[in-house]
Every structure is written in C-alpha cells, then in structure tokens.
C-alpha cells in the first residue's frame, strides 16, 4: 500500500470513484503513516477514526452508484485554527487548550460535505502569528526537508507548517492552511509544494481561529495545482455567516485549468529585487520568466512603487487586528483559566493571559494595543491603512498592464529551526514578497520551482487580480509542467 502515499488529491479520487482502491484502503495508509511520522510532530491530534468513518461512507456511496463528492474518499489534514465540532481546536495556543468546539468551521463542513475525511489537527505557529512553526505551545515543527550533508531540523515555515510538513512527508495528500500575510505561500515554498490563498472573501472565516480578521483567508496546500484547484473548489463558496464572504459562485477552476498562457501578460515587479534576496531565488525568479514565456505569455516589466512600505504596514494592520481579536481569551469563556487563590476578576484576566499566551503572541498584541492608542493612532494605525490603500492601488495600476504577476516567494530557502528565533524583525521579512498580495486582498500562490544547491526547494509566487484564481493557477500549472518539480525529501522520520 506504500505507493497509496504518492498519491495526490485527484488521483484518490478519481481511483476510488473507478475501484482501483477503496477510500478505506487510503484512510488506512495514510493514517497509518500519520501515526509513524510523530517525529515530525505536524500534528497535533490525530483523528483516524474521522478519517475511516468518512472513507466507509464514500465506499457505501459507491456501492449505491451514489455521487462521491469532489474530494470523494480524500483523507487531508486539517490546519487546527479551524473549529471542528467534538475535536479539541487549540491554534497550538495553551490558552486554548482542551477547548472542545460544538460547531464545525464553514470551510471543514464543506470539505466533509464534498466527501473529504480528516487525518487529524495539524499543528501551527501560535495563533498563526510566525513564519518558522516555532512558536507552537504543542511543540516545534522540523520540515521532512534537510540541507544537503547536515541533519539539523529544518523550518517547514510558517505559519501552516504542520500543513506542509505533512503534504511534503507524503503523511497526508493535502490540508488546509490559512494565510494572513503569507502563511500558505511560504511553507509551501520552504517544503516543495504548492499553495493557494484565494481572493478575500473566497472562503469563509467563519469558525476559523481569527488573527486579522481583514486580511484571513484559507487556502489549500497540495503538491499540484491541480489538487489545489480540486480542493479550493470544494472549500469555497458564500457564507451568510460571515459578513466579508463574497456572495460569488464557485468557478469550476479544476475544468478551467489550461497552462496555454498565449494573449496573457506576466509582469515583473522590479520593487521585488530586494537587497538579502538569495541569489539562487533571482535565478529561480529569471528561470520563472523563460518557462512562463515558453507557455506563450509575454513578459513585461511592471512597478508596484509602494511595496516597500508593505511589510511595516502589515507588522502594524495585523498586530492592531490581533490585540482586538484576541481579547475574548479571558478565561471566562474558552479553555484556560487561571484563578490564583483570592484573586477577583481582573486578577484571573492578567494571570490566565500570562500564562495562556506565547511570547510571540503578547509580543503582536503589545504592538498591536499600543498602535491602536489614543496618543499613536494616527500615527500608527491611520498611516498603516493609507499605505494599504496605496498598495492596493499599486496592484490595480499594475494590472492595467499585466494579468498576473510572477515573483519569488521568500527572499531565502527554509532556515534551520532556532537560527532566527532571537530576531524578530529577521523572521518578519520572511513575509516581505507575500504580504502585498494579502494586504490587497488578492489571489496568490506559490508552486515549487527547483532545488538550491543546498538540495532545498525554492517556490515561485503567482499574484493575480481580484477574483482571478483561474489564471493564477494557470500561470502555476504552465511553471509545474515546465519545471517538473519531483524531488522527494529522504524518508528520516
Ligand atoms: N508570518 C506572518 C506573521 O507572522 C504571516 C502569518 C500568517 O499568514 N498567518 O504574521
């Protein structure tokens, strides 16, 4: 059954629908690999009944000649910033401990409703506030990904790096991941696979752990585009629930899909050549442009002239957003409570906060409290949303003159776990070419290009207008038929 495990999303599918396995045979093998890769800690409770007891009513579905749904018998791992009804949902935040949600979020009920089962909870930065997957109460995350001759644990990235961890080690075909300023793109750089953050508003919040509310969006994290066209599908879709959903129909972007980009144009942002951009991500980024003009697009310099001041912008929008959700962890209402003896009611706040929340956590909601003061409003917070307003309006002049926009995901490859822990603004920059296309609401994705000459993979990112996700993927299936991205991490776990 080994092979089971190289299978993606559509190749589950569509070999159960015709009877090649059945959707227990998969559940089987891959729970059974979940529960031997604990070295890897992606998760951090695992499901296996969930994900048998979905495949068994897939296969008696098939018996009756029944619809199998999109993702029919597709056992995935589900990030644990999604509330999933009777399964602990943590964020991998103490805080949240042992919290138990009665509902289901929008976006699992979905997956379950197309006829996906789930592996388990995979593990994620604290409040998905982290770029290394190092800020997990439940533990770090090491990457199935070594630098070549080394054996130090390496960052799946962040924050959906359980997620990525995962979908790269093969223990899962795909999960779900969030992205608020990069949390999908960038793991699935740093892990060689591909994932898309859809348009704001593309899948529902509600249910969803928030960390900034206004910039949140879930996303699927595949090793094709092809799975995460599959998926995105099946995740999508209008929630009255959630006031931000877009009340659009769901494009059939798995039907759409066509890598001939003749008539389209890339652009080339050249804001993007960033100072401490890894020389091996400029050549990726060049060898992005040849393989995109072999698909028949052509490529034309743009300028997004405010991208500089995005990463600032965000590291302020997001914390401010933050300090404002994050409020509702009292210790009245969900998880931890911690009542010091004789302590009256501001006490139990102060000393449940202090105990329930990480340092990176306090850090983002110390920012995000003291931006949002009535003394450095105006200079903080006022300014960070003009900014905002500039970059979207960048985008939309941009795309006057292209129709989606080719640049590196991260400015480095994955970073052994530990190397920039004791440097915030160092783990920040991270973000720097993903947080534009968030702080503008846009569809993104990345799709793995090559490996360094470390033996690491480097991802290249697809920014597209609003609503567009079928040309994005497109642009990203025209780069993975050109750049035929098979490498493997070794099995260590
Ligand atoms: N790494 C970024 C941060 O820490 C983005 C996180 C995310 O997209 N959830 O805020």
């Given amino acids: 059954m080994s092979d089971i495990l190289d299978l993606g999303v559509k190749d589950i599918r569509d070999g159960v629908a015709k009877g090649d396995f059945t959707a227990r045979e998969v559940a089987d093998a891959f729970n059974t690999a979940v529960a031997a890769a604990s070295e890897l800690n ?17 296969d008696a579905r098939r018996k009756k000649g029944e619809d199998l749904g999109k993702m029919g018998g597709v056992p995935i791992g589900m990030k644990d910033l999604f509330a999933t009804k009777g399964v602990q949902t943590t964020a991998a935040s103490h805080i949240l401990e042992g919290f138990t949600p009665q509902y289901e979020s929008t976006v699992s009920q979905n997956l379950w409703d197309a006829g996906a089962g789930m592996l388990g909870k995979l593990n994620l930065d604290q409040f998905a506030m982290g770029s290394s997957n190092e800020t997990s109460y439940f533990g770090h995350v090491s990457s199935p990904w070594k630098k070549d001759g080394t054996n130090a644990a390496m960052s799946p990235g962040g924050s959906s790096g359980g997620s990525s961890s995962a979908v790269s080690a093969r223990i899962a ?17 740093f892990t060689g696979i591909c994932g898309i953050k859809p348009t704001y508003g593309r899948c529902s919040r509600w249910g969803v752990v928030a960390f900034a509310s206004s910039l949140d969006q879930a996303g699927p994290m595949a090793r094709s585009v092809e ?13 009255p629930k959630d006031s931000t959903s877009l009340e659009m129909d769901v494009p059939a972007w ?62 302020i929008v997001a914390p401010a957003e933050a300090s404002s959700n994050l409020a509702r962890y009292d210790g009245v209402r969900y998880g931890l409570r911690d009542l010091p003896d004789g302590a009256g009611l501001q006490d139990m706040y102060a000393a449940t906060r202090a105990a329930g929340f990480g340092d990176e956590v306090k850090r983002r909601i110390l ?17 960070a949303q003009k900014i905002r307003t500039l970059i ?48 503008a609401g ?18 290249l990112q697809i920014v597209g207008k609003p609503f ?26």
């Avoid at 992606?42 to 897939?58: K, L, N, S, Y």
């Avoid at 979207?392 to 080719?406: N, P, R, V």
């Avoid at 846009?442 to 991802?459: E, I, K, T, Y």
Wanted: include cysteine; proline fraction near 7%.
């Fill in 42 to 58: 992606a998760f951090i409770v695992t499901t296996p009944d969930h994900a048998t007891a979905a495949a068994d009513a897939v």
């Fill in 173 to 189: 075909p795909a999960a779900t991941g969030t992205d608020t300023g990069g949390s999908i793109r960038q793991p699935a750089a």
């Fill in 227 to 239: 799975d995460c066209a599959i998926m995105l599908e099946a995740m999508a879709g209008f929630d």
């Fill in 254 to 315: 798995e039907a759409g899909l066509d890598a001939d980009l003749k008539g389209k144009k890339i652009g080339i942002p050249k804001e993007y050549r960033m100072d401490g951009t890894d020389e091996e991500i400029l050549k990726s980024w060049e060898q992005g442009k040849e393989w995109l003009r072999d698909a028949g697009a052509e490529i034309v310099d743009i300028s997004l002239p405010h991208t500089k001041y995005a990463l600032p912008a965000y590291y």
């Fill in 367 to 383: 920012i995000g409290t003291y931006v949002l003061s009535a003394g450095f409003y105006d200079a903080y917070y006022t300014q």
């Fill in 392 to 439: 979207s309006q960048d985008f939309s002049t941009a795309f006057g003159e292209c129709d989606a926009i080719l640049a590196p995901t991260t400015p480095t490859a994955s970073f052994p776990l530990g190397e920039n822990q004791d440097d915030p603004l160092a783990m920040y920059l991270n973000d720097v070419f993903a947080v534009p296309a968030s702080l």
């Fill in 442 to 459: 846009l569809p993104a994705m990345s799709v793995p290009a090559m490996l360094n000459a470390d033996g690491l993979p480097l991802g």
């Fill in 468 to 493: 567009d996700e079928q040309g994005v993927l497109n642009a990203g299936l025209a780069i993975q038929q050109r750049a035929g991205f098979d490498a493997k991490p070794e099995k260590w776990w």
